[in-house]
């Protein structure tokens, strides 16, 4: 088992910067890799960024690209998601997710384990 807890959501507005972490603790020796999605009112959830534990390899959507920045550190156990750049249709709740396997990146179904998610709220 590996348990994932999210902090730094808040309110931001549009423009503005939040830095969001995930800290991973059980089982981390396990986890291959973390992502982050985010799902609002009504949407699916999607994928927004992944980055793998042991080469720090990292992928993004296109809609995040070149505004957020996914980074790891290993002896923490801690995954961090910085947003720049923030816009209202970023607007969310963000969950980190840790898959075991190195599955498609980008789909849920590809992960393991999920946090609770935290919520990010973008105003104009």
């Known amino acids: 088992q590996v348990q994932l807890v999210e902090s730094g959501g808040g309110w931001v507005q549009a423009g503005g910067s939040l830095r969001l972490s995930c800290a991973a603790s059980g089982r981390t020796v396990s986890s291959y890799g973390v992502g982050w999605f985010r799902q609002a009112p009504g949407k699916e959830r999607e994928f927004v960024a992944a980055?793998?534990?042991?080469?720090?390899?990292?992928y993004y959507a296109d809609s995040v690209k070149g505004r957020f920045t996914i980074s790891r550190d290993n002896a923490k156990n801690t995954v961090y998601l910085q947003m720049n750049s923030l816009k209202p249709e970023d607007t969310a709740v963000y969950y980190c997710a840790s898959r075991s396997q190195p599955r498609v990146y980008s789909l849920p179904r590809s992960y393991d384990y999920w946090g609770q998610g935290t919520q990010v709220t973008v105003s104009s």
């Open positions: 980055i793998r534990w042991s080469s720090g390899s990292t």
